[in-house]
C-alpha cells in the first residue's frame, strides 16, 4: 500500500526502495547536469520525519563525462547489471578513472554491491571491471577519509625523518675523526 501511494508522488529521477519492513523505505534521487552528477539516498519512515541521507555530487571534466557514458554504456549492455537500480560513485587515482555502480536493491546498512569499471584517464581505454561489496561513502565521509590519510602520511614522513635523525646522530657519534684515522688505518695494514 505504501509502494502504491509513495510511488505516485515521485518525480522521473527519483525511485521508491522498500525496506525490511513495509514502513520503512528508501527514496532514491539522481540527476545528471551538463557535467554534474548528483545522486543522493534518504531512509525514511512511515513514522518519523528523521532522514538519513547520503549525497554524492561529481563535477566532471569532458573527458571524465566520456568515460562516465561509457561506463553507463557498458553497464547498461549486460543484462543481469542493467535492471538494477545503481548509484554510480567516481574514484580517482593516480591516472585511472573508475566508476562504481552500486546496486540499490541489495543494500543493507550502506553496504552493497557494486561492479568497477577502471579506465586509463588519458587515453580513455577500457582497463578491467571488478565486482565485489563495499560501504557507500557520502562526499563528507570521503572527505573525512582524505583528511586521516594525510595525517598517516605526515605522520610516515615524521617518523622516517625522525629515524634519519636517530641514525645520522649515532653515526656522528661512532665515526668522530679519531675513529674514521683509526679505521683508515686498519684497513691499510
Not at 40 to 50: A, D, L, T
Amino acid at each position: 500500500m505504501s509502494k502504491i501511494f509513495i510511488s505516485a508522488t515521485l518525480e522521473n529521477n527519483q525511485k521508491y526502495l522498500p525496506g525490511v519492513l513495509p514502513f520503512y523505505f528508501k527514496l532514491y534521487n539522481y540527476e545528471i547536469n551538463g557535467n554534474e552528477v548528483v545522486a543522493s539516498i534518504e531512509k525514511r519512515s512511515h513514522f518519523s520525519k528523521k532522514k538519513e541521507i547520503i549525497q554524492i555530487n561529481a563535477d566532471l571534466n569532458t573527458q571524465e563525462k566520456i568515460i562516465f557514458d561509457k561506463a553507463s554504456e557498458l553497464n547498461n549492455k549486460h543484462y543481469y547489471f542493467a535492471k538494477w537500480t545503481t548509484l554510480p560513485v567516481i574514484v580517482r587515482k593516480e591516472g585511472i578513472f573508475s566508476i562504481r555502480f552500486f546496486f540499490l536493491e541489495t543494500m543493507m546498512r550502506y553496504r552493497n554491491m557494486y561492479i568497477q569499471y577502471d579506465f586509463d584517464i588519458d587515453t580513455q581505454n577500457f582497463i578491467g571491471a571488478n565486482r565485489g561489496s563495499g560501504r557507500i561513502q557520502s562526499n563528507h565521509e570521503k572527505k573525512k577519509e582524505e583528511q586521516e590519510l594525510e595525517y598517516d602520511e605526515v605522520e610516515k614522513i615524521f617518523d622516517s625523518t625522525w629515524k634519519n635523525w636517530e641514525s645520522r646522530r649515532r653515526c656522528e657519534q661512532t665515526h668522530t675523526p679519531e675513529y674514521l684515522k683509526k679505521k683508515n688505518n686498519e684497513n691499510r695494514e
